[in-house]
């Protein structure tokens, strides 16, 4: 019984490590203009198809306004009033159990208005919301790559034009 439950936790650190080990960073990187006309935070974790819809967003914006890029574990850190705003980009772990720098943003922005939440799961129908927030879901297909863009960007432009 004793070996038993040793393989079983050994198990559920393997599985965690995994998990985490399959979700890069977002590069930090800033992109400045002259008289921006809006601040946009980008933060996350990425991959090949996240990396694809941060790029055309970047692109996007950021000739009119300040881009910055930076890592999910500085999420704390971030005041959202510093920011028109702020997209968050992250993949479910275990039905989003997994997911605590997101859950402790979420939690210490409940009233922020200017976040755009992006969601990828394995489950194209999986849907997410946290209090107000609707999340942008979709599985990392690239079939749906335009459909994500253009909600994100919709989302995003509707805070802007709020400033």
């Not at 910055?68 to 968050?88: E, T």
Request: glycine share 2%; aromatic share 10%; net charge negative.
């Amino acid at each position: 019984m004793h070996q038993t439950r040793k393989w079983a936790i050994a198990g559920i650190i393997f599985i965690l490590l995994l998990s985490l080990s399959c979700a890069k960073k977002i590069p930090e990187q800033q992109f400045v203009t002259e008289n921006p006309k809006y601040d946009l935070l980008i933060t996350g974790v990425t991959s090949e198809f996240k990396a694809d819809i941060i790029s055309r967003i970047v692109d996007r914006y950021k000739d009119q306004g300040n881009v910055n890029l930076v890592n999910m574990d500085k999420l704390d850190q971030l005041q959202c009033d510093d920011y028109d705003a702020i997209l968050v980009i992250d993949s479910v772990q275990a039905w989003s159990l997994w997911n605590f720098s997101l859950k402790s943003f979420l939690k210490k922005t409940e009233n922020c208005k200017n976040i755009v939440l992006l969601y990828t799961a394995g489950d194209p129908d999986w849907k997410y919301q946290y209090h107000e927030l609707d999340a942008i879901t979709s599985a990392s297909q690239v079939e749906d790559q335009d459909r994500v863009f253009n909600e994100l960007t919709y989302a995003i432009d509707v805070l802007i034009a709020k400033k």
